[in-house]
């Protein structure tokens, strides 16, 4: 059974802290992997896209992967109230099945 | 504002109607997703469409049925629904592959009474 796993939180941060999340993947076959951003209620909006070993940066969030340790991580910057939300990993096989984590449940406390 | 298109954002209906949830995008992508997500949990995939044609099932009951007109549009047929099938209907899209992320259109809520 091919899995993703994440923390599901709370994660409570405090506003300008940053916030790291954590997921982890159980096929090591796997080469894409996302994550995603939902807040309550709406539909899952994609943060970042990462394929290959190290680190990837777009503005306040940071994407890092560790296929040999199976691991993916996003580290928020400068954490705001705004970014109270829940976030998706997402591990691809290189077939068209994303499989999602469980999620993990931000709070950003002024 | 999201490039895939959903509507309607929400549908009330009885477990005797028959409704359909439609879905578009206009990106070019070769392959359309259909997921459920239930509160709380993560979204589930139901079926994957790549260039027109029904490449996914993940065991969905026949109370829902899929269709795929163009390579633009994509529909989901419901019948003889139950209560527990209450729940955000997700439409996405991707270039397909396999490295592709999904773009996620705004939803569907659906309540069966």
């Known amino acids: 059974q091919k899995e993703v796993e994440q923390n599901s939180g709370p994660l409570s941060v405090p506003e300008g802290a940053i916030a790291s999340l954590n997921c982890t993947y159980s096929?090591?076959?796997?080469?894409?992997f996302f994550w995603y951003r939902q807040y309550s209620g709406k539909s899952p909006e994609l943060i970042m896209s990462?394929?290959?070993?190290g680190d990837k940066e777009d503005g306040r969030f940071t994407a890092q992967l560790n296929k040999a340790s199976q691991y993916v991580s996003l580290l928020i910057r400068d954490s705001q109230p705004s970014d109270s939300a829940t976030y998706l990993c997402?591990?691809?096989?290189?077939?068209?099945?994303?499989?999602f984590g469980t999620g993990t449940r931000l709070q950003v406390f002024p | 504002d999201t490039e895939v298109t959903q509507t309607p954002k929400h549908l009330v209906m009885g477990m005797t109607n028959k409704k359909s949830l439609k879905c578009e995008q206009h990106?070019?992508?070769?392959?359309m997703y259909w997921y459920k997500q239930k509160a709380k949990k993560p979204p589930e995939l139901m079926f994957v469409y790549s260039y027109e044609k029904l490449s996914i099932n993940e065991s969905v009951p026949s109370r829902f049925s899929p269709e795929c007109p163009n390579s633009s549009l994509l529909n989901l047929h419901l019948h003889a629904l139950q209560p527990e099938d209450s729940a955000l209907y997700l439409c996405a899209s991707s270039e397909g592959g396999g490295g592709s992320p999904l773009h996620f259109g705004n939803g569907t809520r659906l309540t069966v009474t």
């Open positions: 990462i394929y290959s070993n």
């Open positions: 997402a591990v691809n096989h290189n077939t068209d099945k994303l499989i």
């Open positions: 990106m070019g992508h070769r392959a």
């Open positions: 096929d090591r076959g796997s080469q894409s």
